[in-house]
């Protein structure tokens, strides 16, 4: 092992302290503090093309964009091997796999131990938010991965002037990485928000791997968030611009892999374009919200990029997702056409010549070419939406907050939360139908709350509690809606179009932010009057407009009992108000 080179080391003591313990313990051959420059993104990309870590795809289509693809068996994050390390179990909630400190260093030491042996260690400073906001937060990231630092580069703020902040606040996030031999076995992240640290090993995967994104910004920032006096949540942020000028931002959380991002670089229907209606983008995946000296919360995009899913992306669904991809973009696990072009199932009739794994594909065996949570990894600045207030150090007003999730029946397209309380109750009773964004069956209903359950890095019961907290004298907070694209109806059919569409329900939602509509009081809370959501152009059967528009009170009644139950689960740390929210609607129900 080389000793750093002078010229390579922090100003910042305890960061040269660590990355030298760290070498110690995994014994790389060489050692490179990552400036985050253009020379530096060749060189890396050029020695991951020769050893085959990329594939350069074709360059008149696609200029200066590669494929990588990964271990078939490191495809998606692994919640099951995702550890919460909390000196106190009941700290980290029945939501999280909980392992003592001590027990979880010790194991993740012992894989550690000599795993860059033969490889370059990468010491990569990166900052979540634009450098000079007072809202943004530093991590360092270790890996062995060029891949990661390259998806890091865009996926973060990274390298020199990310450390030359690290040097001003004299703090950071520590997160080590190793793609150790890519065992599932041998495979933990282990997060230790107390000490605001992430140990990974064995993924080469994005989500486990690239460890600004879910682990440092949900896990250990909600974390943060909590002690600070702000909100890190999986969450959207779209900016929209009414024909008078007038902008509003909404903030919107829905699991992976239910339209985010096509949520976020939303193309409103011709219509909407042609009176003046604008949709930009702040970000497509993760929020930070604090209040504001006005009582208002004020959000950042934590990421410079989008590390979206590929299949389904397509000029019918997201025409601002695909537009960014067609230069500078890193795709993983996708499939390729003959000319060498990146390609998915839903974005195309043309038929791929090799698949994910890299093997012919043969269209009659039944499986997908791309594997269903294929990914890109693009800036965000390449997407025609691109809002330059994503750089705003002060962050962005949020006028509504919108909950979502996957609901084939029960759930209305739209509703409105009566008050804070009843909008914070709306979000930790989210429920969704489970995706490819994780490992484990597809389509089971859980529940996830505020789309945070794989990402909260401490007790639901408290972080409940945190959002409560919010509702103070002066506080100006948003109004709060629950929103569902996927009502189906007898037949199987979604009801409802989706898409540009549900630019209908947002400037529905605008109205009432604004008091210029009245809705329809229901137990579960404000539904739109049907004559108030312009429907110009949109066909809805009976049926659609029913069950969209409508709620069916025995069925709700059974959810309102599940609700109760599932908080139950939490024990004496769910806070009173909270259940006190689900009795009354219940007994409202009743």
């Given amino acids: 092992m080389t000793d750093i080179p002078q010229n390579a080391q922090s100003t910042l003591e305890a960061l040269n302290q660590w990355v030298l313990e760290v070498a110690r313990l995994t014994r790389p051959d060489r050692i490179h503090w990552c400036d985050g420059s253009d020379t530096e993104n060749e060189a890396l990309i050029a020695a991951m093309q020769q050893d085959g870590t990329l594939i350069k795809l074709n360059e008149d289509t696609h200029p200066n964009s590669y494929l990588h693809r990964s271990h078939p068996d490191d495809v998606a994050r692994v919640e099951h091997l995702t550890f919460v390390c909390t000196g106190n179990r009941d700290d980290a909630g029945p939501n999280n796999h909980w392992m003592a400190p001590d027990l979880a260093r010790q194991q993740m030491k012992s894989l550690f ?43 973060t703020r990274m390298g020199a002037p990310a450390l030359a902040r690290i040097e001003r606040d004299g703090s950071f996030v520590k997160g080590l990485h190793s793609t150790g031999d890519l065992n599932p076995d041998r495979r933990f992240i282990m997060h230790f928000p107390e000490d605001l640290e992430i140990q990974s090993f064995g993924s080469g995967y994005g989500g486990n791997a690239l ?14 968030a909590r002690s600070e006096g702000w909100l890190a949540e999986h969450m959207l942020i779209l900016g929209i611009e009414n024909p008078k000028g007038e902008k509003h931002y909404i903030a919107a959380a829905f699991p992976s892999a239910c339209g985010k991002t096509n949520l976020a670089m939303l193309i409103p229907p011709e219509g909407y374009v042609n009176e003046g209606w604008k949709i930009t983008t702040i970000g497509d995946d993760i929020c930070w919200m604090r209040p504001g ?11 410079a990029g989008f590390f979206g899913v590929a299949p389904g992306t397509s000029e019918k669904s997201n025409p601002n997702a695909l537009a960014s991809l067609q230069r500078d973009a890193i795709f993983t696990n996708v499939a390729v056409t003959d000319d060498n072009q990146p390609w998915w199932e839903g974005l195309d009739k043309r038929v791929p010549a090799t698949d994910w794994r890299g093997h012919a594909f043969d269209g009659a065996a039944g499986k997908p070419a791309a594997h269903p949570n294929s990914r890109f990894t693009v800036s965000a600045r390449q997407c025609p939406s691109y809002s330059p207030m994503a750089e705003d150090p002060q962050g962005v007003p949020i006028s509504a907050i919108v909950f979502g999730g996957r609901r084939a029946s029960l759930v209305p397209l739209v509703f409105e939360a009566r008050d804070w309380t009843h909008g914070v109750l709306v979000g930790a009773a989210m429920g969704s139908e489970t995706t490819a964004a994780a490992t484990g ?17 401490y007790n639901f019961a408290d972080y409940f509690g945190h959002w409560l907290s919010f509702d103070t004298d002066g506080a100006q907070l948003p109004k709060i809606f629950h929103v569902n694209w996927f ?6 059919d979604f009801l409802w179009p989706g898409f540009g569409d549900n630019m209908r329900v947002l400037e529905w939602m605008l109205k009432r932010v604004a008091g210029e509509v009245g809705s329809e009081e229901t137990p579960i809370g404000h539904l739109p009057k049907i004559e108030d959501v312009n429907l110009a152009g949109v066909e809805l059967t009976d049926e659609a407009r029913e069950k969209l528009f409508g709620y069916d009170r025995e069925g709700w009644q059974h959810e309102f009992a599940s609700i109760g139950e ?18 009354a609607t219940a007994q409202a129900l009743a």
């Avoid at 000296?293 to 995009?301: K, V």
């Avoid at 599932?566 to 009795?583: F, I, S």
């Fill in 441 to 457: 069956a597809v389509g089971v209903m859980r529940r996830d709350p505020m789309a945070m359950k794989p990402f909260c890095g």
């Fill in 113 to 155: 131990e000599g795993s860059m042996e033969g490889r370059t260690m990468y010491v990569v400073p990166y900052c979540m938010g634009p450098i000079d906001s007072p809202l943004s937060r530093c991590g360092v990231e270790i890996t062995d991965s060029p891949y990661v630092v390259a998806n890091m580069r865009i996926m």
């Fill in 293 to 303: 000296a006005d009582g208002r919360l004020y959000a950042i995009n934590p990421e």
């Fill in 211 to 224: 460890l600004g994104k879910k682990c440092h910004a949900l896990r250990i920032a909600s974390h943060q």
């Fill in 566 to 583: 599932y908080l139950d689960e939490y024990g004496p740390r769910m806070p009173v108000a909270l259940k006190g929210e689900q009795k």
């Fill in 487 to 492: 009502r189906k109806g007898d037949g199987g």
